[in-house]
Every structure is written in structure tokens, then in C-alpha cells.
């Protein structure tokens, strides 16, 4: 049996059509859906994710507006940066890079972004609403893009055991709830876990991020299983390679490519909710 490749750019593009039509429709209204970025220092992944995120939403007629403040700027900078965008009805949603610089408090910052405006469900209301399933705020992106690509390729989800290695509050734990409230039975494995392999091995769904690549081999997997590779890293090579090792890749049923994956979903659903935003803030 072949294994079928869940390409994200499948996915991407059947979500760009639906984009750009309220995007257009919401310009004929006189509303521009705008995303702001605010990223600290000079990271080449955090560079290369703006630039991503960027090009994608001029792609969409999105207005973006990058701000990028030096490593050391101080926390007072960083709020009040983030006290204009709340109060400006033209920015509509704010993407903060993280991890912030370690004389950042974390926790302060994030929730003092305007929940509405947290369009990558970063805010302890946004995990609220994750949590207690009434939508408040948005979802993290990366957890939802998971399940975007299952409902896309037609993978049911209601009835079925998923197990996800990870327990983070961006992925794992965010992910648990999305597919307990598509009536999976869902299992969550960490490192404390005794054998994760043999309860990874019993899921229909497989949800990896471990952060750690490479870390889930042939021994997770069963032959008709659906595997979500979250994780992004670079192999032994300095290639670009997930949390699943390479020679389980034709292990399952469906797996989706690192790179092309997950990632490049997340992004469209970072602009989808760009664009609910502008909707909500101006209906």
C-alpha cells in the first residue's frame, strides 16, 4: 500500500479561494482586513516566517504592518506598541512573535492584546474559549491547521482514537481539546509517559509534536493510520526534516510532508482569521 502525501498546499489553495472572496467583499464595505507583526531582534526563522506570512496575505488583498523592535527594547516599549494596535480599528489582528526575549514577561504581553485581535489564540481568554468550546478569541493556528487538513482530505474524525505526542498549550493541548470536541477519543502522550509507542500505536490519528525530530519512529505507527507531523528541524544533513523519522514516512496510511505541510496551513490560517476578525470588528 502507498502511503498518501497530505500536501499543504491543497489545502492552502482551496482556503485562498474563500479568502480572497471576503476579503473582496469585505473592501466593497470599505473594510481592509489588516494583520500587524511585532517581532523582537533579528531571528532568521522568525524573519522568514513574517516574510512567509507577508507574501501570503498580499496574495489575498491583505494589509499587513510589520513592526520589528531591537532584542533588548524594554517591556514598556513592547505594551505600548501593543496598546495602539488595540485602540486602532484598522489593524484588525496582531501576530506577536514568540518566544520573546527572556526580560519580557510573557504573560503580560500576551494578555494585554485585545482578544479580539489575537489572531493566533495567544491569550488566556483565547485558551478559554479552546477549552470551553465557546469560540471566544481564535485558536491557536498550528493546532487548527491540523485539523483543517484532516476535514480537507476527508479523514473522519468523529469515532476515532487520535493520539497526540505533546502536551504544549501552542499544539498538543489545544489540539486534544479541538478533536475531543469532534467526538474523537483522544489520548495525549509526554515524556513522563511510560510507553508512548505502544498507546501511539493503537490510534487512527496521529498528531506528532514532540519537538524533538526524529523523535517517532515505525514503532508509533499502524499501517492505517492518518499522521499529522508537526515538528520542523533540520536532520544530521542540515536538511529540513519533522518529528517523524524519515524511515517510518511509508509507514501509515497518510502523512503530511515536512517541509509542506503543516506549516504552510498554518499560515492560510493565520489569515483566515485575519479575515473573521475584520468581519466581527465591523459587522
Known amino acids: 500500500m502507498t502511503t498518501k502525501i497530505l500536501k499543504g498546499s491543497a489545502v492552502t489553495e482551496a482556503m485562498n479561494?474563500?479568502?480572497?472572496?471576503?476579503?473582496?467583499?469585505?473592501?466593497?464595505?470599505?473594510?481592509?482586513p489588516c494583520l500587524?507583526?511585532?517581532?523582537?531582534?533579528g531571528s532568521a526563522d522568525d524573519a522568514a516566517y513574517e516574510k512567509g506570512?507577508?507574501?501570503?496575505?498580499?496574495?489575498?488583498?491583505?494589509k499587513t504592518v510589520c513592526t520589528q523592535l531591537p532584542q533588548d527594547a524594554p517591556q514598556e516599549q513592547v505594551e505600548k506598541i501593543l496598546r495602539t494596535a488595540n485602540a486602532d480599528?484598522?489593524?484588525?489582528?496582531?501576530?506577536?512573535?514568540?518566544?520573546l526575549p527572556l526580560h519580557i514577561d510573557d504573560d503580560a504581553v500576551r494578555n494585554m492584546l485585545d482578544p479580539r485581535k489575537?489572531?493566533?489564540?495567544?491569550?488566556?481568554?483565547?485558551?478559554?474559549?479552546?477549552?470551553?468550546?465557546?469560540?471566544?478569541?481564535?485558536?491557536?493556528?498550528?493546532?487548527?491547521?491540523?485539523?483543517?487538513?484532516?476535514d480537507h482530505f476527508g479523514i473522519k474524525i468523529e469515532?476515532?482514537?487520535?493520539?497526540?505526542?505533546?502536551?504544549?498549550?501552542?499544539?498538543?493541548?489545544?489540539?486534544?481539546?479541538?478533536?475531543?470536541?469532534?467526538?474523537?477519543?483522544?489520548?495525549?502522550?509526554?515524556?513522563?509517559?511510560?510507553?508512548?509507542?505502544?498507546?501511539?500505536?493503537?490510534?487512527?490519528i496521529l498528531v506528532v509534536a514532540a519537538g524533538k525530530t526524529g523523535a517517532v519512529d515505525s514503532s508509533f505507527m499502524n499501517s492505517g493510520q492518518?499522521?499529522?507531523?508537526?515538528?520542523?528541524?533540520?536532520?544530521?544533513?542540515?536538511?529540513?526534516?519533522g518529528d517523524?523519522?524519515?524511515?517510518?514516512?511509508?509507514c501509515p496510511a497518510a502523512i503530511t510532508p515536512v517541509p509542506g505541510g503543516v506549516g504552510t496551513v498554518t499560515t492560510g490560517m493565520l489569515m483566515k482569521h485575519v479575515v473573521e476578525a475584520a468581519s466581527l470588528q465591523n459587522r
Open 36 to 41: 500587524m507583526i511585532l517581532r523582537m531582534g
Open 118 to 150: 489575537d489572531v493566533d489564540g495567544i491569550t488566556d481568554i483565547s485558551m478559554a474559549g479552546v477549552y470551553s468550546g465557546t469560540n471566544r478569541g481564535f485558536s491557536p493556528c498550528t493546532a487548527e491547521a491540523c485539523i483543517e487538513i484532516l
Open 159 to 204: 469515532g476515532k482514537k487520535a493520539c497526540i505526542i505533546g502536551r504544549s498549550m501552542v499544539v498538543g493541548r489545544p489540539a486534544a481539546m479541538m478533536l475531543m470536541r469532534r467526538n474523537a477519543t483522544v489520548a495525549v502522550c509526554h515524556t513522563r509517559t511510560g510507553d508512548p509507542a505502544a498507546v501511539a500505536a493503537q490510534a487512527d
Open 53 to 62: 506570512a507577508v507574501k501570503r496575505a498580499e496574495k489575498l488583498g491583505i
Open 89 to 99: 480599528s484598522s489593524i484588525h489582528g496582531v501576530l506577536i512573535m514568540r518566544p
Open 17 to 32: 479561494d474563500v479568502l480572497a472572496n471576503k476579503v473582496s467583499r469585505l473592501k466593497q464595505r470599505g473594510v481592509e
Open 226 to 241: 492518518t499522521v499529522i507531523d508537526v515538528g520542523i528541524g533540520l536532520d544530521a544533513d542540515g536538511n529540513l526534516c
Open 244 to 250: 517523524v523519522a524519515s524511515s517510518a514516512a511509508d
